[in-house]
């Protein structure tokens, strides 16, 4: 039997992407009609993917809602069936899709994604154009309003709701309740109220049927004061209807085997075909080639949870031995000072590039030899799974899904050939520097390498496993 799902996000990739959120929901969009569940997702028609609308059906006319007239339109994209909220004085405006020309949080946030959670409210109590989803899958913060709304408007179809980062919580003052049509007799500890303001994760995560994060690892983590931000004592009363379940990568956009992103595409079995991306990513950056010097990576937003302060601190020591390192990313004004002048420190060994570039991104996955991942904690990760795909070897911190997905590379599993990167704890530069030196150590070997690159490679990065998991969760969520 057919599961219709919802799917309720402020972001969905191709479309429209700001991080690992938009990528999680445009892999499900795509993934999970495998497993009998039929997705529409409910997105914003934000002023940079206008061009969805074009001979987009109006399936819904809602009148004036939030401040402004709202349409509910329908189209299908990169095999993704989308419901769009045509919403223009919310949404069509220049800046970042949460953040203004400034760098600023738009001010009407949460009007901005309060309407997005009370749509979701809507359609899944009383559908739209005869389609009536048996569950409402909400995503982070932006959605978390969406069961509050269910509850308030009587129910409707069960809600799940995902925790991307709990990091972002979207709290607002009580004083918005009024224009967020919020009932004032949900604000209590049970419900939205979160230190006396309007919290819409909070809410979201009291009221859903069912709570999922994106790995094991960081599941155990929420409950705990160090990762929970606040949140864990929400989490560990709700820990029986909390779950795991990992998150995957799109494995057809990502193969080594089939880019065009690639200077050339490789295999498993032909490795030694990964040298041309090499040699085009040092070339890319103006760096000196060297096939005896192992070449680390960072494709990352550049942030302190990324850890990559730490890796300022502990490359040094690896490029004076002679590696090289390449990084693509933005953020932090004061991390993206400390990366151009370590390019200068070491101008033939290490390139910068701020910003990003999907096609450069591929490349360097492709040709880099192992990845950074240091972060000071994160849910999921995908760079270490993309990284992975291609046989590129990744060195993370132990936390959230990075501890879940990367095998370390110590003697025990070395000796019996399943190791897949290199770990390193507790999540500090010493510590980091250390596992640099081994990457660096096994790198000299390269049959090993070439071992681990193959154990990598075949390790299950994909939506497989984790669909199957998440459409038994819709089906146990109708039953009921």
């Not at 990528?23 to 206008?50: F, K, N, S, T």
């Not at 129910?155 to 919020?182: D, E, K, R």
């Not at 390192?325 to 004061?334: K, R, W, Y």
Request: with cysteine; charged share 20%.
């Amino acid at each position: 039997m057919t599961t219709k799902q919802l799917s309720v996000a402020s972001e969905c990739a191709p479309f429209v992407k700001t991080g690992g959120l938009a990528d999680v929901v445009g892999a499900l969009g795509g993934v999970m009609g495998a497993h009998d569940v039929e997705c529409r997702v409910l997105l914003p028609l934000y002023r940079q993917i206008a061009q969805l609308a074009e001979g987009a059906e109006e399936l819904l006319d809602a009148g004036s809602l939030f401040g402004g007239p709202v349409r509910v339109l329908a189209t299908r994209a990169s095999g993704i069936d989308l419901l769009l909220i045509d919403a223009p004085h919310l949404y069509d405006r220049p800046g970042q899709i949460y953040l203004n020309e400034n760098g600023l949080d738009w001010a009407d946030n949460h009007l901005r994604f309060g309407l997005l959670g009370w749509l979701g409210a809507e359609i899944g109590r009383n559908g739209i154009a005869g389609w009536t989803p048996d569950v409402v899958h909400a995503h982070d913060w932006q959605a978390g309003l969406t069961p509050v709304y269910a509850q308030q408007s009587g129910g409707g179809a069960p809600c799940v709701l995902t925790i991307h980062n709990v990091a972002f919580q979207g709290i607002f003052p009580a004083t918005q309740m009024g224009p967020l049509g919020l009932d004032p007799k949900g604000f209590t500890q049970d419900g939205f109220e979160y230190f006396g303001q309007v919290g819409f994760l909070k809410g979201g995560l009291m009221l859903a049927d069912q709570i999922t994060t994106v790995s094991p690892t960081y599941a155990r983590e929420l409950m705990t004061p160090e990762f929970g931000m606040g949140l864990e004592g929400v989490l560990a009363a709700r820990k029986s209807r909390l779950a795991g379940i990992l998150n995957g990568i799109d494995t057809a956009t990502w193969d080594p085997g089939a880019d065009p992103a690639l200077a050339q595409t490789y295999s498993s079995r032909t490795l030694g075909r990964k040298a041309a991306n090499k040699l085009a990513v040092l070339e890319h950056f103006g760096l000196e080639a060297d096939s005896a010097a192992p070449l680390f990576s960072v494709i990352s937003r550049l942030s302190d949870q990324k850890g990559l302060d730490l890796a300022l601190l502990a490359l040094p020591a690896a490029l004076e031995k002679g590696a090289r390192f390449v990084l693509l990313g933005s953020g932090s004004a004061e991390l993206e000072l400390g990366f151009r002048e370590l390019a200068r420190a070491f101008p033939d060994r290490v390139g910068v590039e701020i910003g990003f570039d999907e096609d450069l991104a591929h490349l360097i996955q492709a040709g880099a030899d192992a990845t950074l991942v240091p972060s000071r904690f994160e849910p999921c990760g995908l760079t270490q799974l993309c990284a992975m795909r291609y046989g590129t070897l990744p060195i993370v911190s132990v936390t959230g899904g990075l501890a879940d997905t990367v095998i370390d590379a110590n003697e025990a599993a070395l000796a019996v050939n399943c190791a897949t990167g290199f770990q390193f704890a507790p999540t500090s530069a010493a510590k980091l520097g250390d596992a640099l030196d081994r990457a660096m150590a096994v790198y000299a070997d390269r049959k090993v390498w070439q071992k681990l690159q193959r154990n990598a490679m075949k390790h299950p990065v994909g939506w497989d496993v984790s669909a199957a998991r998440m459409a038994a969760i819709y089906q146990s969520l109708v039953k009921v």
